[in-house]
């Protein structure tokens, strides 16, 4: 079983609805990072988080914003989303920031979100 | 051009047979290459973790190698088992430590 743990598993909400996908790890890991994967597509890193402190944004829309309250915990907060936002949304953490060197990026099983 | 190239895009195998999947990369300078196995609707799990200095690492029935020098590397499964259907992705790190991700393989086995 995987030790990062997602929340919801299954989400769907309309393009008005403000919502919140929640993710969870107690391997002491200080990097977490969120992905977004489309159907048949390799997982696309939408933020990096180090230290607790955000050390990626990939050019994301900022309806998408990124939380990490500590070291344990990374939410990702939704607001005014479009149905092409629709995806399956990875939570991943390693001990280091990038998971480089023989380090290893350890992955949730994603919240799969559809927007109406 | 995508960084990491992967073939075949998706492959059907029957029970009990090998099958190896290619990943050629172009990125560098080189630090890692992992294997991640997804199955379908879940998150990607690791296989297999390779660095410049090692050829062939196996994980049960899952053996990859690397060829550091033509950045190829291959994953080899033997025995197919129902189970095994899923994706394969190629994850590559390097330079400051930045990753890229191939499309992956889609492998079904079929009884």
């Known amino acids: 079983d995987t030790e990062v743990t997602q929340t919801p598993k299954h989400l769907v909400m309309g393009m008005t609805n403000k919502k919140s996908l929640k993710c969870e790890q107690h391997?002491?890991?200080?990097?977490m990072y969120w992905y977004k994967q489309k159907a048949k597509k390799p997982p696309e890193l939408m933020f990096v988080y180090s230290y607790e402190k955000l050390s990626i944004n990939e050019s994301v829309p900022s309806r998408f914003s990124p939380e990490c309250p500590n070291s344990s915990l990374l939410n990702l907060h939704l607001h005014a989303l479009q149905p092409e936002d629709s995806a399956l949304y990875l939570c991943?953490?390693?001990?280091?920031?990038w998971g480089g060197g023989t380090g290893e990026l350890f992955f949730g099983e994603g919240s799969r979100l559809t927007v109406l | 051009k995508n960084q990491v190239e992967q073939s075949p895009q998706s492959l059907i195998i029957l029970e009990g047979k090998n099958c190896t999947l290619q990943?050629?990369?172009?990125?560098?300078?080189?630090?890692?290459l992992r294997w991640y196995k997804q199955d379908t609707g879940r998150g990607p799990v690791s296989l297999t973790i390779m660095t410049f200095s090692e050829n062939t690492k196996s994980n049960g029935r899952y053996t990859a190698t690397l060829d550091a020098d033509t950045k190829q590397s291959s994953l080899h499964i033997t025995a197919s088992q129902l189970s095994d259907s899923a994706s394969y992705i190629c994850v590559v790190t390097y330079g400051n430590n930045r990753l890229a991700f191939g499309k992956g393989n889609q492998v079904v086995v079929i009884p």
């Open positions: 991943a953490s390693s001990q280091d920031n």
């Open positions: 391997m002491g890991h200080r990097a």
């Open positions: 990943c050629n990369y172009t990125v560098s300078p080189f630090s890692n």
